[in-house]
Structure formats: structure tokens, C-alpha cells
């Protein structure tokens, strides 16, 4: 089981950016899948973009164009770029383990304990 914690999220204005981070307990070169995911108040929690081990890469359609998910494995990281922000874009990130099916992402019950975003208009 791997443990992640997730950092960088804050208070920021519309148009502005965030880099968030995921910091795993275990080397994520053998994780064939990770992911972010968010969840706003009242609503249910949404796939963000999700990365692969061979570099697929899953983008929720809210947020093409605007998001990048990176991963380094020889650091242990997963990060997330977020350009361009809305205020529709603001919830609590969080980072998963999961799988990719080929065609979709599958999330495993492996979660950080969240980062908070708020992008104010």
C-alpha cells in the first residue's frame, strides 16, 4: 500500500496558476496508474487527468488545455500544472494509485488526504 500526501493548493484569483504536488511513500515506477481527482462541496468526486507508467494521459474534459499531470518517478511525485483557473475550479484535489484498463481509469482506495483550491472571481 502506498501512502500519498498532496501540497500547493491555495487562494487564488481567476486566470491564475498552481502547481500541485503528490508526494508518495513507495517508488511510483512499478504504479501503472496515478491520478487527480477533485471534489466540490455537494457534488460528487471527478476524475481530473490521470498519467500512466508507458505516458497515457487522461484529461477530464473541464479542464484540456488547462491542466498537465506529470509524473517523476525517481522522485516519487505526481504533479499537477493548473493554468488558466476558473472559479469553477475550486474543490479539494486529491492524488490516487489506480489502474488503467486500456481505455479508461480505474481508481484503487488508495487517497491522500486532499489539498484545498479556491480560485475567487
Known amino acids: 500500500q502506498v501512502q500519498l500526501v498532496e501540497s500547493g493548493g491555495g487562494l487564488v484569483q481567476a486566470g491564475g496558476s498552481l502547481r500541485l504536488s503528490c508526494a508518495a511513500s513507495?517508488?511510483?515506477?512499478?504504479?501503472?496508474?496515478m491520478a487527480w481527482y477533485r471534489q466540490a462541496p455537494g457534488k460528487q468526486r471527478e476524475l481530473v487527468a490521470a498519467a500512466t507508467s508507458s505516458g497515457t494521459l487522461k484529461y477530464g474534459d473541464s479542464v484540456k488545455g488547462r491542466f498537465t499531470i506529470s509524473r517523476d518517478n525517481a522522485k516519487k511525485m505526481v504533479y499537477l500544472q493548473m493554468n488558466s483557473l476558473k472559479p469553477e475550479d475550486t474543490a479539494t484535489y486529491y492524488c490516487?494509485?489506480?489502474?488503467?484498463?486500456?481505455?479508461?481509469?480505474?481508481?484503487?482506495?488508495?487517497w491522500g488526504h486532499g489539498t484545498q483550491v479556491t480560485v475567487s472571481s
Open positions: 513507495r517508488s511510483t515506477s512499478g504504479i501503472n496508474a
Open positions: 490516487n494509485q489506480g489502474q488503467w484498463t486500456g481505455s479508461d481509469y480505474r481508481p484503487y482506495d488508495y
